[in-house]
Nanobody, 113 residues
Framework: VQFVESGGGLVQPGGSLRLSCAAS????????MGWYRQAPGKQRELVSS???????TYADSVKGRFTISRDNAKNLVYLQMNSLKPEDTAIYYC????????WGQGTQVTVSS
């Protein structure tokens, strides 16, 4: 399975972005998916996950600001990010929540005035 992330960019604090992740291969709909991020000099961390049935979880740092969703018919996972903060600046990746596969290139999100 390969993942291709898109939708990142430069945004001012308080702004919004919607990230998309396209997954290739079969069986996508049965997996719990996750959005991860890695800021410069920091370890990659899990931001949000979504079960195959659409039940989400969020890291405390993004709860109430980010919304994860998925379209199993199209093999897509989304991350709607609102009220962005400078500390959200990172490269964002999607992957399986459990036993991540190979990582895609990610999409850069920069929050700065």
């Amino acid at each position: 399975v390969q993942f291709v992330e898109s939708g990142g960019g430069l945004v001012q604090p308080g702004g919004s972005l919607r990230l998309s992740c396209a997954a290739s291969g079969s069986g996508f709909s049965i997996y719990v998916m996750g959005w991860y991020r890695q800021a410069p000099g920091k370890q990659r961390e899990l931001v949000s996950s979504i079960s195959n049935g659409g039940i989400p979880t969020y890291a405390d740092s993004v709860k109430g600001r980010f919304t994860i969703s998925r379209d199993n018919a199209k093999n897509l996972v989304y991350l709607q990010m609102n009220s962005l903060k400078p500390e959200d600046t990172a490269i964002y990746y999607c992957n399986f929540r459990y036993a991540p596969s190979s990582w895609g290139q990610g999409t850069q999100v920069t929050v700065s005035s």
